[in-house]
């Protein structure tokens, strides 16, 4: 079972506050979902690669060509604040990086 | 107590590709905020990144000249963490599968050449800038967020904690920006930005086994930067354990005004960045024959030019730094095709041009200066048609206006006065007028010669031929 310091470091990762409640709540719904996908752990993989993508396609690549027509309007057209082609925001409280 | 002193650096290489690292986006600088951005690196639900080719080439080339292996098999993976000028709230980066990995740098340190390792070398993606009202990024009313800088494409070299000193840090660190810049990957400017540096730093008592506590080092943006905090925090390290007290794990800022490194609130919860591989591009697959037709691009680096440069008889000063600078050395290695005496070069553009070249804040190839004009302006001095004051004199000319030696000289009547008869006349009158001097030096003062020479070139407005004068003075005095 999770523990309520994990759901709570989850909960800091996220920038989520949550009520003793809605913690209770969700440390039973997280654990469903672990459990879930532990069913994975069941199946020995020692001798299978990782798969990192679905495709097996590599090397999509792009030629260095720059392009520009997207409009700064169009950058701009759903920030809730705009000021001289700056998107404008809270400021910015905690070190987090 | 000695102390051993372990550094650790970590370099962000901003590379100069003419495209963002996973959109079409131009890179470039000063352009009005916003102006280069599109639905990738804003990062807007549903858009695609689709990786830059030549991001991907400058990556491996680094790192080959850094002396990596490179991984066959590379994928990118995801960094999350929240951040205004993080617009996806992950960072498209590479974490166990880095492009170059196990690499070295040898610099030249006091007590000899030193190998630093090289971690590892990744591609990512750099995040947007912000401006914060008041400046400060506590107590600013709003803050002002550009995405134009958000998905240019970062080269991150990381070492391992061999460095030993902040002086070794600085060598360290000029090498590395040196290669970039020879490379064309990147162009090297701290106070620009286009290159920055963190530093991890630790101590501990000399001989023993483990590393100590280190602290991570910010807001590093000069050269000069790097050797003062590194030396301020390795005093305050020994300061800390001398008083029997224990270094805390944190990362501090440098406060470039105030010279010294200060704690930034340490972080309640450690770097949890969940990485997970990048589901949006497919992985990379880097076979030999795309690495060794990069390898054949690298040119010759600094280091190899460097000793290039001794073996044609130049100094290990003038060597280095010849070699270190790349228009300067472009110059050279042009100039010594066309003129053999590579010493005689160096001495011109180490001295005097160089001289120029500052007076007007400009490198060699942003002046009118060629290396055929140069060669022209030694030959006239070799076949003495020109003594090397009045070379000097008109090396300006060269430079700002590009015309050749020849036709300056020709235009100012500059070519040195070679005909006996035109300089004995010169000389007789020079005696004539000092009588006086010239009686002093029939009495043995030598120094008189030296001052008639003077008068012979100051009427001669310098042209005269300073070996013939003094063979003709000589006889003319008996
Ligand atoms: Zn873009």
Known sequence: ?97 | MEYEVNIGIEIHAELLTKSKVFCSCPVQFGAPPNTLTCPVCLGLPGALPVLNKKAVEYAILTALALNCKINRNAIFHRKNYFYPDLPKNYQISQYDTPIGIQGYLEIETSSGRKRIRIRRVHLEEDTGKLIHSGGRITGSDMSFVDFNRSGVPLLEIVSEPDISSPEEAKEYLTNIRDILVFLGVCDGKMEEGSMRCEANVSIRPKGSERLGTKTELKNINSFRAVERALQYEIERQIDIVSKGREIIQETRHWDEKNEKTISMRSKEEAHDYRYFPEPDLVPLEIDDGWIEKIRAQIPELPEEKYERYKKLGLTPYEAKLLAHDLEMSTFFDETIKLYNNPKNIANWLLVDVTKELKDRNKAINQTLLTPRMLVELLTLIDEEKISGRIAKDILPELIDKGISPRKVIEERNLLQITDTSELSSVIEQVLKENANVVEEYKKGKEKSFMFLVGQVMRLTKGKANPKLVNELLRKALG
């Open chain 1, 1 to 97: 079972m999770l523990s309520v310091e994990e759901v709570i470091h989850i909960e800091r990762l996220a920038r989520l506050k949550l009520t003793d409640k809605e913690r209770e709540m969700y440390r039973s719904q997280l654990n469903d979902v672990l459990n879930y996908a532990a069913k994975l752990d069941e199946i020995d993989t020692s001798n299978v690669p990782p798969m990192y993508h679905i495709l097996p396609v590599t090397n999509v690549l792009r030629e260095d060509i720059p392009q520009n027509n997207f409009s700064l309007e169009d950058a701009l057209s759903n920030a809730p604040l705009k000021e001289g082609g700056f998107f404008v925001i809270p400021p910015i409280l905690g070190g987090e990086e």
